[in-house]
Structures are given as C-alpha cells and as structure tokens.
Antibody, heavy 117, light 109 residues
Framework: EVQLVESGGGLVQPGGSLTISCAAS????????MHWVRQAPGKGLVWVAH????????SYADSVKGRFSISRDNAKNTLYLQMNSLRVDDTAVYHC??????????WGQGTLVTVSS | SYVLTQPPSVSVAPGKTAILTCGGYNIATQSVHWYQQKPGQAPVLVIYYDNERPSGSPERFSGSKSGNTATLTISRVEAGDEADYFCQVWDTSSEHPFVFGSGTKVTVL
C-alpha cells in the first residue's frame, strides 16, 4: 500500500527539541522530493520545509529557518524533521507530503507536536 | 507574498451543488490544486492543475478558474463530502512558492 506514516510527536516545553519521522512505503521513496506541512489546531495548512530526492537541497519557511532541519534516509525510506528552540506557536499537526511538481499528491495523517509549559 | 482567500464555510443540501471559491490576484495565470480533508485524516488531492481529477476522485468534483477566482464545484453532494477543502498554488514569484488558502468547511445539511 502506498502510504506515509508520521511518528514521534508529543509534548515538549518551550525551547525544547523534538525529532519527528515519516515512514514511506509502497513507492520509490528516493525518486521523490518530500515536504513537511503543518496545521495548527483548527487552522489551515502551512508549508514548512522541503527536501529534494537525495537530501542535498533543502529549503525552509521563514518562521522555522535556523531552528528546524529536514533530512532523509533513503535506505530506510524515512523523512525526518528535527525541531529545535520550539515555541508555543509551533504547536501543530505535522504532515509529511510527497511532491508531484507544484503540488502534493500523497499525505500522511500527521503527528501532533504540542509546545507548552 | 501571494494570498489565497476562501470563504470559511459553505452549507449545501444533499443532491445539490456546492460551489467553493478561491480568490487570488490574477489566479487565472496560476495552476490551482484542491485538497479535501476530513476530520482527523490526511488531506487528499481531489483536483489538480485547475480541472484534472486524480485517480479515485469522483467525477462529481470539477474545477475551473477565471480572472481572480478559482472554483471547485461538487455536484450531487453526498454526506461523505462533508470536509474542509483547501486550494493551493505554486507561486513562482515567491521564495517559498507553496501557498495554501485558509480552507472552506463544507457542511451537508
């Protein structure tokens, strides 16, 4: 089955760190650019970061630049998002999504990251 | 940065037609994609490149655009269509080109 499954979310204090993962299956992971998109509770979708197919090129939204780092392990078919210096406004469900030239054609259900003291 | 505007909510009776709009400056020159998201679930692509339907997307879903407005039309609405719908463009003039609208909640009466 073609799917993306996120994991690793949880409760973290402001200023803390967390790494979340996205396991891909059913397709050739190393052929696709991948993204993280987040959704604050009751809010819309916001693009966070992207990685090209081999991880050599990445980009970030201004709101997370310098604090978050996207990476991937193509041998394990897994995408990661390392999040440092977390803030309350980083609280969201984080979805990984597969790129299909200007759009996202496959999404995971997401993992909830809550930043609170 | 490019902004997409969607009405917060649309209500429609079963069997009727729901018309969802997505406003953006000169959106007719952009490719518009639409996603459906049911509570607690992953978003699902329902229309891409303005009016193309991916495999699995019902024929009842169609897209169009003109001027500053893109439209997602859901014909013969069913209870299972109740969801949030987001439009998205790839704005080449932006450093970070993936732009989403704020979403429209479709309620089936």
């Amino acid at each position: 089955e073609v799917q993306l499954v996120e994991s690793g979310g949880g409760l973290v204090q402001p200023g803390g760190s967390l790494t979340i993962s996205c396991a891909a299956s059913g397709f050739t992971f190393n052929s696709h650019w991948m993204h993280w998109v987040r959704q604050a509770p009751g809010k819309g979708l916001v693009w966070v970061a992207h990685s090209n197919s081999d991880g050599s090129s990445t980009s970030y939204a201004d709101s997370v630049k310098g604090r978050f780092s996207i990476s991937r392990d193509n041998a394990k078919n897994t995408l990661y998002l390392q999040m440092n210096s977390l803030r309350v406004d980083d609280t969201a469900v984080y979805h990984c999504a597969r790129d299909q030239i200007q759009l996202f054609d496959l999404w995971g259900q997401g993992t909830l990251v809550t930043v609170s003291s | 940065s490019y902004v997409l505007t969607q009405p917060p909510s649309v209500s429609v009776a079963p069997g009727k037609t729901a018309i969802l709009t997505c406003g953006g400056y000169n959106i007719a020159t952009q490719s518009v994609h639409w996603y459906q998201q049911k509570p607690g679930q992953a978003p699902v692509l329902v229309i891409y490149y303005d009016n193309e339907r991916p495999s699995g997307s019902p024929e009842r879903f169609s897209g169009s655009k003109s001027g500053n407005t893109a439209t997602l039309t859901i014909s013969r609405v069913e209870a299972g269509d109740e969801a949030d719908y987001f439009c998205q463009v790839w704005d080449t003039s932006s450093e970070h080109p993936f732009v989403f609208g704020s979403g429209t909640k479709v309620t089936v009466l």
